[in-house]
């Protein structure tokens, strides 16, 4: 089972079990985090889209550990002025593990039913 999700405004195509380094999560590391703006599942050929999201789908995802991300030069440099300044950044990252990917079913009955609702 295959899934797109978005996770801090990028989207990423996830599978369990494999790792990410996302943009710093505000939890604690061995905990676990379920994301519901998942924008696509596919499971065994079938596919499903969301307009923008999927209901009733999620994402599990257990934090492995909190880090830095490799530090980035920041030079800038006006010639002939005597004018040099330079700068770092080391962007605070996450390392997550996709845990499980599950869409619940929605009955025909109940669609059925709130479509009645709405008329």
Sequence with gaps: MKAILEIGGKQLKVEKGQTFIVNRLEKESGKKV???NVLL???KGKTS???PILDKASVSVSIVD????DKVIVFKKKRRKGYKVKNG???YLTKIKI???SLKKVSAKKTEKKEEKTK
């Design 34 to 36: 379920t994301f519901d």
């Design 41 to 43: 599942i596919e499971d």
């Design 49 to 51: 889209i969301g307009n």
């Design 66 to 69: 909190h880090l830095k991300g």
């Design 89 to 91: 950044h080391r962007q």
């Design 99 to 101: 845990e499980n990917i």
